[in-house]
């Protein structure tokens, strides 16, 4: 197994990538801190881990504030001894372009999807340097490219994009790794009622190269490559999972 005997911490978990992933991993022999603010969801992704045989916890925590951040941390290290991996999957999605945008929208997306991975990998870095782990955050094509009326969300993705590379930078030294998934429109939560519009999918579905959505699964597997071995010599990379979207 690619994980066997890993800790990893994935917020986010009760949904989407971050359940998708949580559960590839346990089958790779990652044992699993979920974490995720909805503590139902996030106790049914450690249901269904429990059942199966394999170890995982659930952990109910807002991502924006540092104290419950710093929290969850030490749950994992308390209940499993180490940290190995650290996905730092949660994330808000407020639509809007720069006139649109409430200041408390902008600080709501700037708390949730940047400064959460801030918070993550501050108070995690003492234990996956123990590790030598890795760090892996959920991006987003609108990092790369621009999405139309999303300004807090794309400049939110970009910033981990770069957020990430200078962690990377610091920290290959002591041989932990940070790398960055950026997938574009997939079948979740946050995409789930935008999706039931027709000519909101097709507008979606027309920069993507291959035609089709993406599933929770892929960007699973591509986090599990990025927390794996098999990635031994990547960090620092912004791995686009968009079905050929920003090469478009």
């Not at 139902?40 to 170890?55: C, M, R, W």
């Not at 590790?131 to 621009?146: E, L």
């Given at each position: 197994?690619?994980?066997?005997?890993?800790?990893?911490?994935?917020?986010?978990?009760?949904?989407?990538?971050?359940?998708?992933?949580?559960?590839?991993?346990?089958?790779?022999?990652?044992?699993?801190?979920?974490?995720?603010?909805?503590?139902?969801?996030?106790?049914?992704?450690?249901?269904e881990i429990n059942e199966s045989g394999k170890?995982?916890?659930?952990?109910?925590?807002?991502?924006?504030?540092?104290?419950?951040?710093?929290?969850?941390?030490?749950?994992?290290?308390?209940?499993?001894?180490?940290?190995?991996?650290?996905?730092?999957?949660?994330?808000?999605?407020?639509?809007?372009?720069?006139?649109?945008?409430?200041?408390?929208?902008?600080?709501?997306?700037?708390?949730?999807?940047?400064?959460?991975?801030?918070?993550?990998?501050?108070?995690?870095?003492?234990?996956?340097?123990?590790?030598?782990?890795?760090?892996?955050?959920?991006?987003?094509?609108?990092?790369?490219?621009?999405?139309?009326?999303?300004?807090?969300?794309?400049?939110?993705?970009?910033?981990?994009?770069?957020?990430?590379?200078?962690?990377?930078?610091?920290?290959?030294?002591?041989g932990v790794r940070a790398n960055a998934i950026?997938?574009?429109?997939?079948?979740?939560?946050?995409?789930?009622?935008?999706?039931?519009?027709?000519?909101?999918?097709?507008?979606?579905?027309?920069?993507?190269?291959?035609?089709?959505l993406g599933e929770p699964s892929d960007v699973?597997?591509?986090?599990?490559?990025?927390?794996?071995?098999?990635?031994?010599?990547?960090?620092?990379?912004?791995?686009?999972?968009?079905?050929?979207?920003?090469?478009?």
């Amino acid at each position: 197994m690619l994980l066997d005997n890993k800790v990893a911490i994935i917020t986010g978990a009760g949904s989407g990538f971050g359940k998708a992933t949580s559960l590839l991993f346990s089958k790779e022999g990652a044992k699993i801190v979920a974490v995720d603010y909805n503590l139902d969801a996030v106790q049914s992704t450690v249901d269904e881990i429990n059942e199966s045989g394999k170890k995982a916890i659930a952990v109910k925590a807002d991502v924006s504030d540092p104290d419950q951040v710093k929290n969850f941390v030490k749950v994992a290290v308390d209940t499993y001894g180490q940290i190995d991996i650290l996905f730092n999957n949660a994330g808000v999605y407020v639509p809007g372009n720069i006139e649109q945008t409430d200041i408390s929208d902008w600080k709501k997306a700037i708390d949730v999807n940047f400064n959460s991975v801030f918070y993550g990998v501050k108070f995690a870095m003492p234990y996956l340097k123990k590790t030598k782990g890795s760090i892996i955050s959920t991006a987003s094509a609108g990092g790369i490219i621009g999405f139309p009326d999303a300004v807090s969300y794309g400049a939110t993705k970009g910033g981990i994009i770069s957020l990430t590379r200078a962690i990377a930078v610091d920290y290959a030294k002591e041989g932990v790794r940070a790398n960055a998934i950026c997938p574009g429109t997939g079948k979740t939560g946050m995409t789930e009622e935008l999706l039931k519009d027709p000519k909101i999918k097709e507008g979606f579905l027309a920069p993507i190269s291959m035609k089709r959505l993406g599933e929770p699964s892929d960007v699973a597997n591509a986090a599990l490559f990025l927390a794996s071995d098999l990635s031994s010599y990547i960090t620092g990379h912004a791995l686009p999972v968009d079905g050929g979207w920003t090469m478009s």
